[in-house]
T-cell receptor
Framework: GEDVEQSLFLSVREGDSSVINCTYT??????LYWYKQEPGAGLQLLTY?????DMKQDQRLTVLLNKKDKHLSLRIADTQTGDSAIYFC?????????FGAGTTVTVRA | GAVVSQHPSWVICKSGTSVKIECRSL??????MFWYRQFPKQSLMLMAT?????????EQGVEKDKFLINHASLTLSTLTVTSAHPEDSSFYIC?????????????FGPGTRLLVL
């Protein structure tokens, strides 16, 4: 099956950029997703990228995909306190998603 | 955007009782819904995939007689935890396949926290 790995923690100063990294193992994954989970809540879809793209930008979010290395990153520009949450990377295999363990992002003043 | 609701948002029950959790797609039709379980500080574990009008497909290690799934319509799937025990306490999240700008993706509900005493 697909293995998706992420670093577990990231601490960033308010106003700086955050970069969350993710690696996956199955090169046939067609879509890669980033979800945000706030405490006690479900998952909110932030953005996704098709496997034939290498970059996607959506307001403060930039997704970079290196398909050769099976590496995905999410950059959050001008990080705010409201960005503190757990961020999950997910890779699709058909209609199923495989999730990483989540990266806890803490934004400090 | 696509909205998925879950009800109840939390439930406390006695050991041995059954608990039903509803998952609804509010503004789109979902032929496929998914049920996940999340333990504290861990990732989501897919339990089963439910297709409207047919039997659910369970992941390996998930007891289908324990976790009954019914997908009776294009907007509603239910998960019933039968004869719940304390080890069934968890955060249960559903998702529904919907279309976002011509791309099918999964939209997640807010989750249901179950505590079995």
């Amino acid at each position: 099956g697909e293995d998706v790995e992420q670093s577990l923690f990231l601490s960033v100063r308010e106003g700086d950029s955050s970069v969350i990294n993710c690696t996956y193992t199955d090169s046939s994954s067609t879509y890669l997703y980033w979800y945000k989970q706030e405490p006690g809540a479900g998952l909110q879809l932030l953005t996704y990228i098709f496997s034939n793209m290498d970059m996607k930008q959506d307001q403060r979010l930039t997704v970079l995909l290196n398909k050769k290395d099976k590496h995905l990153s999410l950059r959050i520009a001008d990080t705010q306190t409201g960005d503190s949450a757990i961020y999950f990377c997910a890779a699709s295999m058909g209609y199923k998603l495989s999730f990483g363990a989540g990266t806890t992002v803490t934004v400090r003043a | 955007g696509a909205v998925v609701s879950q009800h109840p948002s939390w439930v406390i029950c006695k050991s041995g009782t059954s608990v039903k959790i509803e998952c609804r797609s509010l503004d789109f039709q979902a032929t496929t819904m998914f049920w996940y379980r999340q333990f504290p500080k861990q990732s989501l574990m897919l339990m089963a995939t439910s297709n409207e009008g047919s039997k659910a497909t369970y992941e390996q290690g998930v007891e289908k007689d324990k976790f009954l799934i019914n997908h009776a319509s294009l907007t509603l799937s239910t998960l019933t935890v039968t004869s719940a025990h304390p080890e069934d306490s968890s955060f249960y999240i559903c998702s529904a396949r919907g279309r976002d700008r011509n791309q099918e993706t999964q939209y997640f509900g807010p989750g249901t926290r179950l505590l079995v005493l």
